[in-house]
């Protein structure tokens, strides 16, 4: 078996599989991730590779349903149009693809703590996972998380704030490790030996399980497939599955107006931007950062590509989550986002009968 290894989208280098490897060792910046795991191992009952040996813990986070309306079709003007519905995985998220990849690599790599930072879907899904994987968990979170969202993330799991004017919205894997390691050794009593750091896009082994989702779409053969951009890890994966599997498929990627690094650096030329002087206003708040990890990637995948990317307004997008629980539409504002390109005056020009494929990427907590 060929040994897994890492590639360097900036570099093009590779370097070998390490559970704490997460960006290029030869960058001059650790802030930012170029990395692609580029192999991982066959496992039975998945649709792709994985980058774990056994299937440890499972809660059947795949092969979500593809749905279509009439009145999603008048509503969007799109005569093809489905949407990829994530609210079924177990715990309402997309999220719970790469929760379930993390556990199984964390069990395999004899992890003792897990620690991500998270605006709220992670967290739930993650707790739940570690719960079922006796991982113990904790969740990082800015004080900037709104109060309806903590109150009901702080019966699930541990939970602390961080001081975001500390680090400037920038931290790596290892200050996370270092945060929970100095408060669990000193205010919880609880010493552990294998810290694993999973936040969105600084984690490179684990998001390959966005993967799956292109892959179970991928007899559809869309013309375009719309996705909603925080991180930017979804949109990497997907990508990286259309590569993979040869298709035409174009990515059509939103977010919240003026609130991502990504148009900036397009702008500017800069594939390592960080938004100066941030002020979050976005109503979509799970989408929002003046930084992500991974656009060097984003970067590349948008840069002189045949891939689209547009940005929505608060207005378009409060329009479009009102309208898609009109025709019984469940998602969160972030995941109403993906649709509201489409309702919006930054509507890209494409065929009426185009086959698109929107990814709901889920609905917030039912508890």
Partial sequence: ?????????????????????YT???????EYSSLVLEWWYDVDGFLCKVPFQDRFITIDATKTPLKTSQD??????????????ECFNPYWTHKDRRSEFIVNVAKEQWVDKIVCLTAGNAWYSLSRYCAKAEIDYTSLVFPRISEDRAKALSHWWHLMYIDWLR??????????????????????????KN???????????SINAYK???????????????????????????????E???????IIAVWPQNEHPLGFALQFGNDEYVIKNYKEQSVAEKLTSPFTAVLPILYK????????????DNETILKTHQALDDINIKTELSAATAFAWLVGHSRPDIPMDAKVIVVSTGKWLEL
Avoid at 173 to 188: L, N, S
Avoid at 301 to 312: M, N
């Fill in 1 to 21: 078996m060929v040994p897994m290894h890492f590639r360097c989208v900036k570099t093009n280098k590779t370097f070998p599989f390490n559970l704490n490897l």
């Fill in 24 to 30: 290029n060792p030869q960058a001059t910046s650790e």
């Fill in 72 to 85: 999603l079709s008048e509503l969007m003007n799109i005569q093809n149009i489905f949407y990829k519905d």
């Fill in 167 to 192: 680090y400037k919205w920038i931290l790596r894997p290892r200050d996370f490790v270092q945060i929970v390691a100095e408060h669990d050794k000193y205010e919880r009593q609880k010493k552990r």
């Fill in 195 to 205: 810290i694993r750091a999973v936040t969105n896009s600084f984690e490179p082994i």
């Fill in 212 to 242: 799956q989702l292109m892959y179970e779409i991928a007899d559809q053969n869309p013309d375009y497939i719309v996705l909603p951009c925080g991180s930017g890890d979804l949109i990497v994966w997907v990508w990286l599955a259309i």
């Fill in 244 to 250: 993979e599997l040869g298709l035409d498929t174009r």
């Fill in 301 to 312: 995948i948008f840069f002189q590509t045949k891939h689209i990317y547009i940005e929505v």
